[in-house]
């Protein structure tokens, strides 16, 4: 199956510091990706779908300024986390769709990062 | 909430058992697919079912799909230790974008 990068796989930064999170499609052009956030023994809750080339759809609830998504490029979208605070802390993932057809445009998930804010 | 609920929430068996989990949904979808998550890692894609399908197989793995009821179920057969994991149901959201939609999830565990 095509392969999803997220880099960095863990990060732990001050309070009020700001973390950008890459997310890279491998060997796929993915014109949409999405974004999740994962708490410990919870579920992923999406929180946007970034799409290259234009705003990134944000789910209610998650604050636009707060995690803003750039995705500038077919393979790229970054995730950062303004002035993180300890509540921030989470796994977060990303994930990319293979429009190309020949995988039906299934998703396919990066392995994670953990963020830790101190 | 834009999750589905998934029972059991945790699972505990023996190795040989067999493990069912059950995934309820929300909305309309384009399919309904499995995913397993070991503890802080990432996800492992298990099994895709479409709308339009009632039942599929991998391996030790089957998955129903009720669209009528809006529930699928995922039946491990034989269990291994390796299996212990968390799994979720994730619904291919039909109202635009393909936004997968994940369920609350079942933490399985598979005693030796």
């Known amino acids: 199956g095509a392969v999803v990068s997220q880099h960095p796989s863990r990060v732990i930064c001050k309070s009020g510091t700001s973390v950008k999170i890459e997310c890279r499609s491998l060997?796929?052009?993915?014109?949409?990706m999405f974004w999740y956030r994962q708490f410990p023994k919870k579920s992923l809750m999406l929180m946007a779908t970034?799409?290259?080339?234009?705003?990134?759809?944000?789910e209610q609830g998650v604050e636009k300024d707060k995690f803003l998504i750039n995705h500038a490029s077919l393979t790229l979208s970054t995730l950062t986390v303004t002035s993180a605070h300890p509540e921030d802390s989470s796994f977060y993932i990303c994930?990319?769709?293979?429009?190309?057809?020949?995988?039906?445009?299934?998703?396919?998930f990066g392995p994670g990062t953990r963020l830790t804010v101190l | 909430s834009q999750q589905g609920e998934e029972d059991p929430q945790a699972l505990s068996i023996q190795e040989g058992e067999n493990a069912t989990m059950n995934c309820s949904y929300k909305?309309?979808?384009?399919?309904l697919q499995w995913y397993r998550q070991n503890s802080g890692r990432g996800l492992v894609h298990l099994i895709l079912?479409?709308?339009?399908?009632r039942e599929k197989h991998s391996g030790r793995l089957r998955v129903t799909l009720d669209t009528s009821k809006k529930s699928s179920s995922l039946l491990i057969t034989a269990s291994r230790a390796a299996d212990t994991a968390s799994y979720f149901c994730?619904?291919?959201?039909?109202?635009?974008?393909?936004?997968?939609?994940f369920g609350a999830g079942t933490r399985l565990a598979v005693h030796p």
């Open positions: 909305t309309s979808i384009n399919n």
């Open positions: 970034s799409n290259e080339g234009s705003k990134a759809t944000y």
């Open positions: 994930s990319a769709r293979d429009t190309s057809g020949r995988s039906h445009n299934e998703q396919f």
């Open positions: 060997d796929f052009q993915a014109t949409t």
């Open positions: 079912i479409r709308s339009n399908e």
């Open positions: 994730a619904t291919d959201y039909s109202g635009g974008y393909n936004k997968l939609i």
